[in-house]
């Protein structure tokens, strides 16, 4: 059972940027779909970015779109997600997932905290 371990997170300014990273453990990293989720509070989880095994991007947020990039180093065992131009409004705990199976999002990280101030 693949592990999965976030982190990058902190507290930046308005325009500010973060790198998260999500290790992962296991050798059947390369053979799952992964995906980053965000949840702020009172709000529900969201998909912000995923990602086919093989890199090509599955799924967008458009409020992110053209500021966030999703990447994986499947040789690294590693996925990250480029925020850049961060507003407050993605403010959230970040969360990676694996879709191991093709059919949900089965495997998840513990969360790591992104605060970004006006």
């Known amino acids: 059972q693949v592990q999965l371990v976030e982190s990058g997170g902190g507290s930046v300014q308005a325009g500010g940027s973060l790198r998260l990273s999500c290790a992962a453990s296991g050798r059947t990293f390369s053979s799952y779909a992964m995906g980053w989720f965000r949840q702020a509070p009172g709000k529900e989880r969201e998909l912000v970015l995923s990602?086919?095994?093989?890199?090509?991007?599955?799924n967008s947020l458009n409020s992110v779109k053209d500021r966030f990039t999703i990447s994986r180093d499947n040789a690294k065992n590693t996925m990250y997600l480029q925020m850049n131009s961060l507003k407050p409004e993605d403010t959230a705990v970040y969360f990676c997932a694996a879709n191991p199976d093709g059919s949900s999002w089965s495997i998840w990280g513990q969360g790591t905290q992104v605060t970004v101030s006006s």
């Open positions: 990602i086919r095994r093989s890199g090509g991007i599955l």
